[in-house]
Nanobody
């Protein structure tokens, strides 16, 4: 009923930048929150950044000041601007959306930051 498609991942050197995007489609009744989570092999998925549809944002401390989350309400799209990337930012980034009190997930996009 709801699908999320991410794009923008890739390989970048430390100090570089990437912009991730995620577009939601389908039955978007009560879409109210979208966010980005990162997962590293052997570890659980962790919140990176989240934005409520009124614009309120939350960031993990490790990315605060370097990453910026934003949304295009009309396009049902969320972005993650990633600057000053570090090797520890490496992982699979998953888009998340809450629609009618249900969480949906994208397939993920790989971000690899080399030293």
């Amino acid at each position: 009923q709801v699908s999320l498609v991410e794009s923008g991942g890739g390989l970048v050197q430390a100090g570089g930048s990437l912009r991730l995007s995620c577009t939601a489609s389908g039955r978007l009744f009560r879409l109210r929150r979208m966010g980005w989570y990162r997962q590293v092999p052997g570890q659980q998925r962790e919140l990176v950044a989240r934005i409520i549809w009124d614009g309120t944002t939350n960031y993990d401390d490790s990315v605060k000041g370097r990453f910026t989350i934003s949304r295009d309400v009309a396009a049902n799209t969320v972005y993650l601007e990633m600057n000053s990337l570090k090797p520890e930012d490496t992982g699979v980034y998953y888009c998340n959306a809450m629609v009618n009190y249900v969480d949906y997930w994208g397939r993920g996009t790989q971000v690899t930051v080399s030293s």
